[in-house]
């Protein structure tokens, strides 16, 4: 193939968002492998937003504070993102412009492209709202043709064709907008081998992007894919909209292992190349492997010598599980409680297990040195303000074996039944814009109010762990008003020195 063909990824990301696109470095890895030109216009160190999720995070107590300031000094102002994307693509000269974009980084994507259409590229929009939402998707008519579900085959199989000049509108993945308007909508093909996919290529993204705050602290961190896809059915996800949109269209199963061995590989370019000092294993269900898949990745782990961190459900978690994690190093691990409700979460949720049964998979945790986080969701669907109470009581249950909780607004992600139930329930349009799972919620719901919702995001983890005596001070810190605000900002304060001091969190019974 000609080495003269040029791509230019372009990824619309929430600022000072660092953690890797796993995609974009596995389809620059792809193309170079190809003899394909390369190149990114990546939107993470402009200033795009007034404060960014972790800014939210730390207001609302959910995470260490760290030097904020110090992190915003590599951003570069917002006038500078369209003259310097326009700059980009005059000296880069690209023949395809790909996007992969996030729901709630759409349309920022859009404006992008909008603002280089003079220069009439081909381009192409993939990622999770492309797939779930493509009629939407090519309404927006500067984007020219989309991909559905994975890309790897559809955008090595688009620039062959564009770099020889054959007709593509007939790529499988992909609907193409043809000159006269018309919409070829192609099949799916079926799921990649992917220990076949070349190792990721992180050189194509700015050096700062290594660097995450974790735990107080910008830590130099790394990740690696371990699985694709999530055995799992929770509501609110669309990891199963991705298992059953290829179920539906015959293309194979969704969910699948890397070897170990491949694994491994990623890891030592990580280390060698990279120097990383931390890993990330964005699977979302780290657990969501058989034993000996897990016993064979913990030998072969043992080479790395890094930390990591991970995410898992309760119920994957073994008392025997848990003592390999920890001698492999498992530093951090984050565990979805999502709701405290047990017929809420049962029957909306989509989690079937009692509370005494999480309490149980939670204590298998004591006495390790893995620090524990928990995710929570605030305002799902036909939820009320005394059902979050059932979610703050049941991390209470459990707050001595925590480091932190999480409690993130709902957000009717198309793809996800949840966001099926909330446009029954009049609670969204189908044409809401969604927004970050930090920032807000955007549901309208008369039994919880935008506001109540708010108010028990940022006071979750104050119920969580302070004493009961303290639950008036925080009910009023709990209203958005001038006097609320205030409680709340003394609490804050209050908070972080007594929690936030050291890594080690005290407790309140």
Known sequence: MSGNFRVLFLYPNLMLQTMFPQAITVFSALLKQRGYEVDIFDTTFYETEERTSDEYRIDNLQVKPYDVKKHREILKPLANLMPDLRAKVESFQPELIAVSALEDTFRLGVALLEGIKDYHIPNLVGGVFPTFAPEKAMRETVIDMICLGEGEGALLDLC????????????????????????????????????????????LFDPNRFYKPMKGRLMRMGSVETHRGCPFKCAF???PGQVQLYKRNNAGEFFRLKSVERVRRELLNLRETFHVEYIHFPADTFLA???????????MYQDIKLPFWCQTRPETLTPERIRVLESMGCRDMSLGIEHGNEQFRK????????????????????????RVSVNNIVGMPTETRELTWDTIW?????QHLLYSANAFHFVPYHGTSLRNLALQKGYITDDTQLTCITKDTVLHMPEYTKEQIKGAVRTFTLYMRYPEEEFPRIADAEKLDDHGNRVFRELQSEFTERYFKGDAVSVHA
């Not at 564009?162 to 093909?189: C, F, Q, Y």
């Open 160 to 203: 062959d064709a564009l770099s020889t000049g054959e007709d593509h509108a007939t790529i499988k993945n992909l609907w193409v907008r043809k000159p006269d308007g018309e919409i070829v909508r192609n099949m799916l093909r079926d799921t990649i081998d992917l220990d076949t996919l070349p190792i990721p290529d992180f050189s």
């Open 237 to 239: 996800c669309n990891s």
């Open 289 to 299: 492997m058989p034993d000996p898949h897990l016993y064979a990745f913990a030998e």
């Open 347 to 370: 029957a909306v949720v989509r989690r079937d297990y009692t509370n005494d049964d999480l309490v149980q998979y939670f204590n298998h945790l004591e006495g390790t040195s893995i």
């Open 394 to 398: 049941m991390n209470r249950r459990v």
